[in-house]
């Protein structure tokens, strides 16, 4: 089982991404739980997390939210923009599960 965060300026753009990562999961046979916070949430969140994938606006929050990654052991980055506007979700899964891999 993993737990992607997602963490965007409301927490509602990303819930479309969300879904289509969750499809991409299930397709792949992989058990995750995925959701979406707004940024003021995602520390708060990111001790149930095994990654934070960062909404692309949000860019500028990276080095602060790595801080409290690195002393969770939770690996943080920020989602790629061209894979965020086209909602590849089996992109942003395939990402949040190489960061997954490297911090193991």
């Known amino acids: 089982m993993v737990?992607?965060?997602l963490a965007c300026s409301s927490g509602m753009s990303t819930s479309l991404l969300v879904s289509k990562m969750e499809a991409a999961?299930?397709?792949?046979g992989i058990e995750a739980t995925i959701w979406a916070?707004?940024?003021?949430?995602?520390?708060?969140d990111l001790?149930?997390?095994d990654v934070l994938l960062i909404g692309p606006q949000m860019r500028f929050m990276k080095k602060k939210l790595e801080k409290?990654?690195?002393?969770q052991g939770v690996p943080v980055d920020v989602i790629n923009?061209?894979?965020y506007g086209r909602v590849n979700g089996a992109a942003v899964l395939e990402?949040?599960?190489?960061l997954i891999?490297?911090?193991s």
């Open 25 to 28: 999961a299930k397709e792949k």
């Open 101 to 103: 891999e490297k911090n």
């Open 37 to 44: 916070v707004a940024q003021d949430k995602a520390e708060t």
């Open 3 to 5: 737990n992607i965060l």
């Open 81 to 83: 923009p061209v894979d």
């Open 95 to 98: 990402t949040a599960l190489e």
């Open 68 to 71: 409290f990654g690195n002393e």
């Open 47 to 49: 001790k149930k997390a």
